[in-house]
């Protein structure tokens, strides 16, 4: 395909390397060559996943120093959540991981979490009430429990029937 188009265009301007323009792609490349695009790639992304992770879950623990500051708490736990959640999306893509968030089972999981991370903000930095953040975050903790149990089958539908045997007051 190079040597048609060179013959159409004429000229014996120097071939560009790029995959893209190849019609072999990946194939033109030595096996080794092929492991090693593959491997960079991926691990890439868990070196972008594993430092989103831990950075949020650093952020979460240093939180916990600053529990007696509910606003410097709540900013800090909020920030080291998001990151966590977000972490996600170096291994899956972004836009794969917003289609599986709005996806229909988890949607409204998704948006219970969200809201508790904007009411969280909103009682640390608006409203400056520490009763309120604390409950806020109490509230976010409890979304984010119920919106990772969505990941996994059945797992939402099993902890709701045992909330129901643990909290019915029937004897």
């Not at 939180?63 to 410097?72: E, G, R, T, Y």
């Not at 903000?121 to 009430?129: D, E, G, P, R």
């Given at each position: 395909m190079w040597k048609l188009n060179q013959s159409i265009l004429g000229g014996d301007e120097e071939r560009e390397d790029n995959l893209l323009d190849e019609?072999?792609?990946?194939?033109?490349?030595?096996?080794?060559?092929?492991?090693?695009?593959?491997?960079?790639?991926?691990?890439?992304?868990?070196?972008?996943?594993?430092?989103?992770?831990?950075?949020?879950?650093?952020?979460?623990?240093?939180?916990?120093?600053?529990?007696?500051?509910?606003?410097?708490?709540?900013?800090?736990?909020?920030?080291?959540n998001m990151l966590a959640v977000g972490s996600t999306a170096f291994l899956i893509g972004p836009g794969q991981q917003i289609r599986m968030m709005l996806d229909p089972v988890r949607?409204?999981?998704?948006?219970?979490?969200?809201?508790?991370?904007?009411?969280?903000?909103?009682?640390?930095?608006?409203?400056?009430?520490?009763?309120?953040?604390i409950l806020a975050i109490i509230i976010e903790i409890c979304a984010l429990i119920w919106y990772s149990l969505s990941y996994i089958p059945f797992a939402r539908r099993m902890v709701s029937e045992l909330m129901i045997r643990f909290f019915d007051t029937e004897i």
């Open positions: 019609p072999e792609g990946l194939c033109s490349l030595s096996p080794l060559q092929v492991i090693t695009v593959f491997f960079l790639g991926k691990l890439q992304r868990m070196y972008g996943f594993a430092a989103c992770l831990i950075a949020g879950v650093v952020c979460m623990f240093l939180s916990l120093i600053v529990f007696a500051k509910p606003i410097k708490f709540a900013l800090l736990f909020t920030f080291g949607v409204y999981a998704t948006a219970i979490y969200i809201g508790c991370v904007v009411l969280a903000l909103i009682c640390a930095l608006w409203i400056h009430s520490k009763v309120l953040t």
